[in-house]
């Protein structure tokens, strides 16, 4: 999360965001490959931040911008979510955003495979679920699951 904040803080000195974390400390190991879970998360944690940007681009000063993630254990899995306070995700585009090279960015801003990526990595490569739960204005949560 630190690594993505201060990324978007190098690129853009006036970028300023809360940020949270709600780590389960009795989780204990999970058979992932650490590198691709890093990026799925990297990934999440980037176009988090990139929402509450935007919307604080577009309010006057009220706004907070807030990025949390937690992690749970639930049943025989592990919860990552990666919540963000922005505009939350169009209906008319949610059922697009996991395939390849669709992206609601501006051209130049992103490619469109980050989301793909996320989701063939968690989907197919450690057997879990990459979902979304959003509400217009209010925010996004995407939430992965993975076998514990």
Not at 7 to 36: C, H, M, S, W, Y
Not at 44 to 73: M, Q, W
Request: net charge positive.
């Amino acid at each position: 999360m630190r690594l993505a904040y201060h990324g978007f803080r190098a690129k853009d000195k006036a970028f300023n965001a809360e940020f949270e974390t709600d780590l389960d400390k009795t989780i204990g190991k999970i058979n992932v490959v650490p590198q691709d879970i890093g990026r799925v998360l990297l990934n999440l944690i980037n176009n988090a931040f990139y929402a509450v940007d935007e919307k604080k681009r577009h309010l006057d000063g009220s706004y907070e911008p807030c990025v949390s993630i937690s992690t749970r254990k639930v049943d025989r899995h592990v919860e990552v979510k990666v919540k963000d306070n922005g505009n939350g995700i169009q209906q008319k585009v949610l059922d697009k955003i996991f395939q390849p090279f669709f992206t609601t960015k501006p051209t130049g801003v992103g490619t469109g495979l980050g989301l793909s990526l996320s989701y063939d990595i968690v989907t197919k490569g450690h057997g879990g679920e990459l979902k979304v739960n959003t509400i217009q204005n209010e925010g996004s949560e995407f939430i992965v699951t993975l076998p514990s």
